[in-house]
């Protein structure tokens, strides 16, 4: 496993095994989804080694410290030893709320077909609140 000094962000997140590809890694950069210091950058930005990544991937922030600045993925038990997570622990929805998203997905009569525009932005409110 060869180190460098500096790689480009979606080409380290990609060989460390956060995203499936790299195209996926610099989508997600453009998006914003991906900061270092809290400010988002692009997939070209040169990551340096003890630079803390976060990066908000599928609902769930994993905070990365870049340890050693790969180019070629690697397999997972090598990839693990390049970056030291920081992640805060996930949030646990707690009962109440789980109860009530099966019950009002349960709720719903046989054969109505999918919810619409309205009954969807009804319930995205209802749980965002």
Do not use: H
């Not at 997140?13 to 900061?35: E, M, P, T, Y």
């Amino acid at each position: 496993m060869k180190t460098v000094d500096k790689v480009r962000v979606d080409k380290w997140l990609w060989a460390v095994r956060i995203f499936k590809s790299r195209s996926l890694a610099s989508d997600a950069c453009k998006a914003g989804r991906v900061k270092i210091g809290g400010k988002s950058v692009k997939a070209s930005y040169l990551l340096k080694v003890d630079e803390t990544v976060s990066v908000q991937k599928s609902g769930e922030k994993k905070v990365l410290k870049a340890l050693q600045l790969i180019e070629k993925r690697v397999g997972a038990k090598i990839a693990v030893d390049c970056y030291e997570d920081l992640s805060p622990a996930p949030e646990k929805r707690d009962d109440l709320q789980r109860s009530i998203f099966w019950n009002t997905t349960v709720q719903r009569e046989k054969g109505s077909g999918r919810p619409t525009k309205r009954e969807r932005r009804d319930l995205d409110k209802f749980f965002d609140d």
